[in-house]
């Protein structure tokens, strides 16, 4: 039965937050316990293991699993707020320049810097995904700043307008790249956790949670916005503060994610999508919402892709394209009819 009173509406919401993190819970410690070296459940959650399982566990399986939980959170939440600030259900965090960014910061890492710059070892090519990603975000904001505010449709327009010139930018690289460039650039934008370590994550956690804190403080902001800029001006909502707040948030988690883990698409449109079906549009439990269901996704696809062919691995992207696209086809779809009967 669907919950009407307000009291009935807070315990449905609620309790599918409780069963989120319940669902997260069991998913990583499945993830820590299966893979190509199986480590039986209940010596896991004992700790009665041989030092072999310990050296799996907490130098190759827990920071991999952790990353894939925080980029995974950073994705779902920030597709959740740019749908918000959007005020459209096919918005994607990729729409706003950071993706593209990113992949052009690590394009150049890659085939322009020599060595990968040896004095940063690995750091390079997150380091330089980052800076593209954010640099990104910068220029997008200046061209849709005007003295009215900032124009969310201006953002919407530049960012495709961006996407679409730094592909360019990246193809004329690729052109230049030779056979090794070409393979670990294109590797890298197919996705994965398999390069995350805890050197990686502990360098990117601190990013990530302030873009989840940044984040999560939106949600009766975007309530507000759900009813037009005007209405939500009347409201007593600040708009401004809630678009900058937003763009910083979404633009800081998904660099880290990308940063982290490569091109991994469709989390964040499919992830805000499916809590809405299970609970309801309140931004106030929608944000933690998104971020527990897209941790426990981007950990079981990271689960599958390197299960499902031993010895080899597929890429994560690979993964949750197979499943978005054909989420993301229905979702256009039904938008359609709902267009169409408006």
């Known amino acids: 039965m669907t919950p009407s009173t307000p009291t009935e509406i807070r315990f449905r919401y609620r309790q599918v937050l409780v069963g989120l993190g ?115 975000v910068l220029l997008l904001w200046k061209v849709a700043e005007s003295p009215l505010g900032t124009q969310v449709t201006v953002l919407l327009l530049a960012g495709i307008a961006l996407n679409a010139l730094v592909g360019a930018l990246i193809g004329l ?67 401004e503060v809630t678009k900058r707040w937003a763009i910083f948030g979404t633009a800081l988690g998904v660099g880290v994610s990308v940063a982290l883990a490569g091109g991994i698409g469709f989390v964040g449109l499919v992830v805000p999508h499916i809590f809405r079906l299970l609970a309801g549009p309140d931004h106030r439990y929608l944000l933690p919402g998104a971020a527990l269901l897209g941790a426990s996704l981007a950990v079981m696809a990271d689960l599958l892709a390197r299960t499902l062919v031993v010895p080899a691995e597929l890429p994560v992207g690979v993964v949750t394209a197979l499943v978005g696209g054909p989420y993301f086809l229905f979702l256009v779809v039904r938008y359609k009819r709902e267009v169409g009967r408006a």
Do not use: M
Request: net charge neutral; aromatic share 6%; hydrophobic share 55%.
């Open 22 to 136: 319940l669902l997260l819970s069991i998913t990583l410690l499945v993830a820590l316990a299966v893979g190509a070296y199986t480590i039986p459940l209940d010596r896991l959650l004992t700790g009665k293991l041989d030092p072999t399982e310990v050296q799996v566990i907490t130098q190759i399986r827990l920071p991999r699993v952790l990353g894939a939980a925080l980029v995974g959170s950073l994705l779902g939440i920030g597709g959740a707020v740019l749908q918000g600030l959007f005020r459209n259900p096919l918005v994607d965090p990729g729409l706003i320049g950071v993706s593209a960014g990113a992949a052009l910061g690590a394009a150049v890492s890659i085939i322009l810097v020599p060595g990968g710059l040896a004095l940063l070892k690995g750091f390079a090519l997150p380091i330089f995904a980052f800076l593209g990603g954010l640099a990104a």
């Open 173 to 239: 690289l690729l052109f230049l790249a030779n056979d090794q460039q070409l393979r670990s650039f294109t590797f890298w934008t197919l996705g994965g956790f398999s390069g995350v370590t805890w050197t990686a994550l502990l360098a990117g956690a601190p990013f990530g949670l302030v873009a989840l804190a940044a984040s999560l403080r939106l949600g009766p902001s975007l309530n507000g916005l759900a009813l037009g800029e005007s209405e939500a001006h009347h409201l007593g909502v600040p708009l």
